[in-house]
C-alpha cells in the first residue's frame, strides 16, 4: 500500500502495488547489460492472501548507527537530486545498451545532468560496490497510459512504462528502414549512372571496367549502410511529474520520440503478433504461453484487449485472449476481497468467490452479515465510480456479498479498465470458456490450492470450504544468468547453418554444464539445452540420443516448472514422437494420453493440437488392433472438429 503518500498522484495503492512489479523488470533490465561496477539488490516480490511483501537485500552497511551509507545520487527524501559523477558515467554505459537518453531535470531551480531516471538512487556500501535501487522507470512511460484524466487514456495507476524488449526492437526496425533507405538510395544511383554510360555509347572493354568499379563501389556502400548504426534514446522523465530543464523543443522532442515507440507498438507490433497468432505460426496452449509471447515481443499485457480486437483466424486464441483477460481480472478482484477476510475464514472465503465465478450464486452465504458486522469489509466500503480523474471498479463492499451476477459486473468493468476491452457475453457460460482451465489460471495466479477431484460446474455451488487445501504465496524474482552459457546456446544455430553438428552438440553439453553449476540440474535452462539436443538427434536419424535427452528435458522441466505447463506438454508430444521412431509405441501412446489430458486441463477438448493429439492416439490404438478404442477417439476427434469448424466444415 502506499502508506506515504509516494504515489497519491499515480493512483495510490495500485501504483504502489505496480511499482513493485516494475522495479523487479528495471532489476532484470540491469541484469541483463552486465555491468560488474554496478550492483543490484537480490530482490523478490511476494504475493500472498492479497497482500504484497517485497523482499529485498540491504545495502551493505545500511544498518549502521553512524549513518555513513546515504544515498549519493538519484532522489532524496526531501525531493532534492543528487547527481555523482562516476555512477552517471556508468550509468551512461548502461544507458547505451538500454537506449537511455542523457537529458537534464530541474532539483529546485537547478539542472542537473542525468544519464537514467531521476528516481534512480545509488548508494555506497561497506564493501565498496556501487548499488542502485529503485528501477521502477528505466524504461520511459507509455504515453498511452498516462491517466491524464481523459477517457482515451484513462488507466488503473499512472506508472505504465515500456518493456526493455519493445524498444530493443524498436532500434532494429528502425536500424533496418535506414539500412534499406541507403541501399536504395545506392542502387537508384547505379542505375543512373549504367543509364548515362548506355546513352553516352561507351565500348564494351570500358563498359566491363565500369562494371567492375560500380560493383565495388556498391559493395562499399552496403557495407557503410550496415556499420551505420543510429543513435536512438528515450527520456526515461519524459511524462513524469519530474520537471525537464531543457528547451521546449528539447523536451517536445523527447515526447514525440516516445510516442513513436508507443505508434510502433500499436501500429506494429501488436498486429504482427495478431498475424502471427491466427495463422497458426506460435503454438498456444494457455494464457501463459501468450503472456510469454507478448513479453518477448515487449508487448505488456495491457494491450491484451488491443491484441484481441486484431485476432483474426483462429478461434482458440481468441479464447485463450479472453480467458486471460477474466481471469487476470479475477486475480485483481480476488486479491481485494481476500485481504479483508480473516484468516479463520479464508477457506470459505475462498470457495465463495470461485462459486460465484464459476457456478451460479444468486444469495450472499450465512456467514456474510458476520464479516459485515466485525468490519472486515473494503477499505472505505463500496468503491466510487470517479477518483481523482481514475475510474474505479464498483462491487461490493464485502466478500460475503458477492453474487455471481454482481461479481460479473465487476469482471466486465474491471476488464474494460485494465484492458479497454468490451465484453459483451453476460455470463461466464456465455463465453464459452472451459471452466476448468479458467480455474486452474485463477489458481496460479492467486496461489489457491485445490484438492484434486471431479467439480460440477453445472451447479449453483460446485466448491464448498474443505475442497480449498490452502492458498500459497506466488513468489517473483530476477532470474539470475550466465552469460557464457546463453552464448553457448545462441551459437548452436550458426553451427547448424554450417554443418557443424559435432560442434553444436558440444556447445550444447558444455552449456547444460554451466547451467548446471549456475542453477542446479533441474533447471527450465537445463531443459531447454537437453530438448535442443533431442531435436538434432532426431533431425540427424539417432533416435535413441533423441529418446535419452528428451526425457532428461522432461524430469528437469517437471520439476522445475510444474506438471501442467504448456512447454511440459510440448515436450511430451516430441517424446511421443521419438518414442514412435524408435519402435516404444506403448510409451508413445502414454505420452499422448498425459498430453492430451494435460491439454483438457489447461484450455478443453476444442483446441486444434488436442483434436490432433486424439488422431494420433486412434492410429496407435488401430495399429496395436484395438479397432474400438481407436473408434472412439477418432469420433471424438470428428466431434472436435465439428465443434471447431462448424458441421458443415471438413471432418477429416
Same mark, same amino acid.
Given at each position: 500500500?502506499?502508506?506515504?503518500?509516494?504515489?497519491?498522484?499515480?493512483?495510490?495503492?495500485?501504483?504502489?502495488?505496480?511499482?513493485?512489479?516494475?522495479?523487479?523488470?528495471?532489476?532484470?533490465?540491469?541484469?541483463?547489460?552486465?555491468?560488474?561496477?554496478?550492483?543490484? *539488490?537480490?530482490?523478490?516480490?511476494?504475493?500472498?492472501?492479497?497482500?504484497?511483501?517485497?523482499?529485498?537485500?540491504?545495502?551493505?552497511?545500511?544498518?549502521?548507527?553512524?549513518?555513513?551509507?546515504?544515498?549519493? !545520487?538519484?532522489?532524496?527524501?526531501?525531493?532534492?537530486?543528487?547527481?555523482?559523477?562516476?555512477?552517471?558515467?556508468?550509468?551512461?554505459?548502461?544507458?547505451?545498451?538500454?537506449?537511455?537518453?542523457?537529458?537534464?531535470?530541474?532539483?529546485?531551480?537547478?539542472? $542537473?545532468?542525468?544519464?537514467?531516471?531521476?528516481?534512480?538512487?545509488?548508494?555506497?556500501?561497506?564493501?565498496?560496490?556501487?548499488?542502485? *535501487?529503485?528501477?521502477?522507470?528505466?524504461?520511459? /512511460? +507509455?504515453?498511452?497510459?498516462?491517466?491524464?484524466?481523459? +477517457?482515451?487514456?484513462? %488507466?488503473?495507476?499512472?506508472?505504465?512504462?515500456?518493456?526493455?524488449?519493445?524498444?530493443?526492437?524498436?532500434?532494429?526496425?528502425?536500424?533496418?528502414?535506414?539500412?534499406?533507405?541507403?541501399?536504395?538510395?545506392?542502387?537508384?544511383?547505379?542505375?543512373?549512372?549504367?543509364?548515362?554510360?548506355?546513352?553516352?555509347?561507351?565500348?564494351?572493354?570500358? %563498359?566491363?571496367?565500369?562494371? &567492375?568499379?560500380?560493383?565495388?563501389?556498391?559493395?562499399?556502400?552496403?557495407?557503410?549502410?550496415?556499420?551505420? /548504426?543510429?543513435?536512438?534514446?528515450?527520456?526515461?522523465?519524459?511524462?513524469?511529474?519530474?520537471?525537464?530543464?531543457?528547451?521546449?523543443?528539447?523536451?517536445?522532442?523527447?515526447?514525440?520520440?516516445?510516442?513513436?515507440?508507443?505508434?510502433?507498438?500499436?501500429?506494429?507490433?501488436?498486429?504482427?503478433?495478431?498475424?502471427?497468432?491466427?495463422?497458426?505460426?506460435?503454438?498456444?496452449?494457455?494464457?501463459?504461453?501468450?503472456?510469454?509471447?507478448?513479453?518477448?515481443?515487449?508487448?505488456?499485457?495491457?494491450?491484451?484487449?488491443?491484441?484481441?480486437? !486484431?485476432?483474426?483466424?483462429?478461434?482458440?486464441?481468441?479464447?485463450?485472449?479472453?480467458?486471460?483477460?477474466?481471469?487476470?481480472?479475477?486475480?485483481?478482484?480476488?486479491?481485494?476481497?481476500?485481504? %479483508?477476510?480473516?484468516?479463520?475464514?479464508? &477457506?470459505?472465503?475462498?470457495?465463495?468467490?470461485?462459486?460465484?465465478?464459476?457456478?451460479?450464486?444468486?444469495?450472499?452465504?450465512?456467514?456474510?452479515?458476520?464479516?459485515?458486522?466485525?468490519?472486515?469489509?473494503?477499505?472505505?466500503?463500496?468503491?466510487?465510480?470517479?477518483? =481523482? =480523474? /481514475?475510474?474505479?471498479?464498483?462491487?461490493?463492499?464485502?466478500?460475503?456479498?458477492?453474487?455471481?451476477?454482481?461479481?460479473?459486473?465487476?469482471?466486465?468493468?474491471?476488464?474494460?479498465?485494465?484492458?479497454?476491452?468490451?465484453?459483451?457475453?453476460?455470463?461466464?457460460?456465455?463465453? +464459452?470458456?472451459?471452466?476448468?482451465?479458467? *480455474?486452474?489460471? #485463477?489458481?496460479?495466479?492467486?496461489?489457491?490450492? @485445490?484438492?484434486?477431484?471431479?467439480?460440477?460446474?453445472?451447479?449453483?455451488?460446485?466448491?464448498?470450504?474443505?475442497?480449498?487445501?490452502?492458498?500459497?504465496?506466488?513468489?517473483?524474482?530476477?532470474?539470475?544468468?550466465?552469460?557464457?552459457?546463453?552464448?553457448?546456446?545462441?551459437? $548452436?544455430?550458426?553451427?547448424?547453418?554450417?554443418?557443424? @553438428?559435432?560442434? %553444436? #552438440?558440444?556447445?550444447?553439453?558444455?552449456?547444460?554444464?554451466?547451467?548446471?553449476?549456475?542453477?542446479?540440474?533441474?533447471?527450465?535452462?537445463?531443459?531447454?539445452?537437453?530438448?535442443?539436443?533431442?531435436?538434432?538427434?532426431?533431425?540427424?536419424? +539417432?533416435?535413441?540420443?533423441?529418446?535419452?535427452?528428451?526425457?532428461?528435458?522432461?524430469?528437469?522441466?517437471?520439476?522445475?516448472?510444474?506438471?501442467?505447463?504448456?512447454?511440459?506438454?510440448?515436450?511430451?508430444?516430441? *517424446?511421443?514422437?521419438?518414442?514412435?521412431? $524408435?519402435?516404444?509405441?506403448?510409451?508413445?501412446?502414454?505420452?499422448?494420453?498425459?498430453? /492430451?489430458?494435460?491439454? #483438457?486441463?489447461?484450455?478443453?477438448?476444442?483446441?486444434?493440437?488436442?483434436?490432433?493429439?486424439?488422431?494420433?492416439?486412434?492410429?496407435?490404438?488401430?495399429?496395436?488392433?484395438?479397432?474400438?478404442?481407436?473408434?472412439?477417439?477418432?469420433?471424438?476427434?470428428?466431434?472436435?472438429?465439428?465443434?471447431?469448424?462448424?458441421?458443415?466444415?471438413?471432418?477429416?
Amino acid at each position: 500500500v502506499d502508506s506515504r503518500d509516494l504515489y497519491k498522484n499515480d493512483g495510490g495503492d495500485a501504483a504502489a502495488h505496480a511499482a513493485a512489479g516494475a522495479d523487479l523488470h528495471g532489476i532484470r533490465a540491469f541484469l541483463s547489460v552486465s555491468d560488474p561496477e554496478l550492483c543490484v *539488490l537480490a530482490t523478490a516480490i511476494v504475493d500472498y492472501a492479497g497482500h504484497r511483501v517485497v523482499a529485498q537485500a540491504i545495502v551493505p552497511g545500511i544498518l549502521r548507527r553512524d549513518n555513513s551509507i546515504i544515498i549519493i !545520487h538519484g532522489l532524496q527524501e526531501d525531493f532534492t537530486i543528487l547527481c555523482n559523477e562516476k555512477i552517471n558515467e556508468l550509468l551512461a554505459k548502461v544507458g547505451d545498451v538500454l537506449h537511455t537518453k542523457p537529458h537534464m531535470v530541474l532539483s529546485g531551480d537547478t539542472p $542537473v545532468a542525468l544519464n537514467a531516471s531521476a528516481d534512480c538512487k545509488a548508494m555506497k556500501g561497506s564493501d565498496d560496490r556501487l548499488y542502485v *535501487l529503485d528501477l521502477h522507470r528505466v524504461m520511459p /512511460r +507509455d504515453p498511452n497510459f498516462v491517466n491524464d484524466g481523459t +477517457d482515451a487514456t484513462n %488507466a488503473r495507476h499512472g506508472l505504465y512504462t515500456f518493456r526493455h524488449e519493445l524498444v530493443a526492437a524498436y532500434y532494429e526496425s528502425e536500424y533496418l528502414r535506414i539500412v534499406r533507405s541507403e541501399l536504395q538510395s545506392s542502387l537508384e544511383a547505379t542505375k543512373a549512372k549504367q543509364a548515362e554510360a548506355a546513352a553516352a555509347g561507351v565500348d564494351g572493354a570500358a %563498359a566491363e571496367a565500369d562494371e &567492375a568499379s560500380k560493383s565495388a563501389e556498391q559493395k562499399a556502400a552496403f557495407a557503410q549502410a550496415f556499420a551505420k /548504426r543510429p543513435t536512438i534514446k528515450f527520456n526515461p522523465d519524459a511524462f513524469t511529474p519530474f520537471k525537464l530543464a531543457g528547451t521546449p523543443e528539447e523536451n517536445a522532442a523527447d515526447e514525440e520520440g516516445i510516442r513513436k515507440l508507443a505508434a510502433f507498438l500499436v501500429e506494429s507490433v501488436v498486429p504482427d503478433l495478431a498475424k502471427e497468432l491466427g495463422e497458426g505460426q506460435t503454438l498456444l496452449l494457455d494464457g501463459a504461453g501468450l503472456t510469454t509471447a507478448m513479453h518477448a515481443r515487449g508487448v505488456g499485457m495491457r494491450y491484451l484487449g488491443l491484441l484481441f480486437s !486484431h485476432l483474426q483466424g483462429q478461434e482458440h486464441v481468441k479464447q485463450i485472449a479472453l480467458s486471460e483477460m477474466i481471469s487476470r481480472a479475477a486475480k485483481f478482484l480476488f486479491r481485494r476481497y481476500i485481504a %479483508a477476510v480473516p484468516v479463520e475464514w479464508t &477457506a470459505g472465503a475462498i470457495a465463495h468467490f470461485l462459486n460465484c465465478l464459476l457456478g451460479n450464486v444468486t444469495a450472499t452465504p450465512a456467514w456474510a452479515s458476520f464479516l459485515a458486522e466485525r468490519g472486515h469489509a473494503l477499505p472505505g466500503g463500496a468503491s466510487s465510480k470517479k477518483k =481523482g =480523474g /481514475r475510474t474505479i471498479i464498483t462491487a461490493p463492499a464485502s466478500i460475503g456479498d458477492l453474487t455471481t451476477a454482481s461479481l460479473w459486473a465487476s469482471l466486465v468493468s474491471t476488464v474494460k479498465l485494465h484492458y479497454r476491452h468490451d465484453i459483451s457475453a453476460k455470463s461466464l457460460t456465455e463465453t +464459452d470458456l472451459t471452466k476448468l482451465a479458467v *480455474l486452474r489460471s #485463477l489458481c496460479i495466479k492467486t496461489g489457491v490450492q @485445490i484438492f484434486q477431484q471431479s467439480f460440477n460446474f453445472d451447479a449453483a455451488s460446485p466448491f464448498v470450504a474443505s475442497d480449498v487445501a490452502g492458498l500459497a504465496p506466488v513468489v517473483k524474482h530476477a532470474q539470475i544468468t550466465c552469460a557464457e552459457a546463453q552464448a553457448m546456446q545462441s551459437n $548452436v544455430p550458426l553451427l547448424l547453418s554450417n554443418g557443424q @553438428i559435432a560442434a %553444436a #552438440l558440444a556447445q550444447l553439453d558444455e552449456a547444460a554444464n554451466l547451467f548446471g553449476i549456475v542453477h542446479g540440474p533441474l533447471h527450465e535452462a537445463v531443459a531447454s539445452c537437453r530438448r535442443s539436443h533431442a531435436q538434432i538427434g532426431s533431425q540427424t536419424d +539417432d533416435g535413441a540420443t533423441a529418446v535419452e535427452y528428451m526425457e532428461r528435458a522432461v524430469i528437469a522441466l517437471e520439476r522445475a516448472r510444474g506438471v501442467d505447463t504448456s512447454e511440459l506438454t510440448r515436450c511430451y508430444l516430441a *517424446l511421443a514422437n521419438y518414442y514412435f521412431a $524408435v519402435g516404444f509405441h506403448a510409451r508413445a501412446l502414454a505420452c499422448l494420453h498425459h498430453a /492430451r489430458r494435460l491439454l #483438457l486441463i489447461m484450455y478443453g477438448p476444442t483446441h486444434p493440437e488436442c483434436i490432433e493429439i486424439e488422431q494420433n492416439i486412434g492410429l496407435l490404438l488401430l495399429q496395436s488392433g484395438n479397432g474400438e478404442a481407436a473408434l472412439a477417439f477418432f469420433n471424438a476427434c470428428s466431434s472436435g472438429l465439428e465443434r471447431l469448424n462448424g458441421s458443415g466444415g471438413q471432418t477429416g
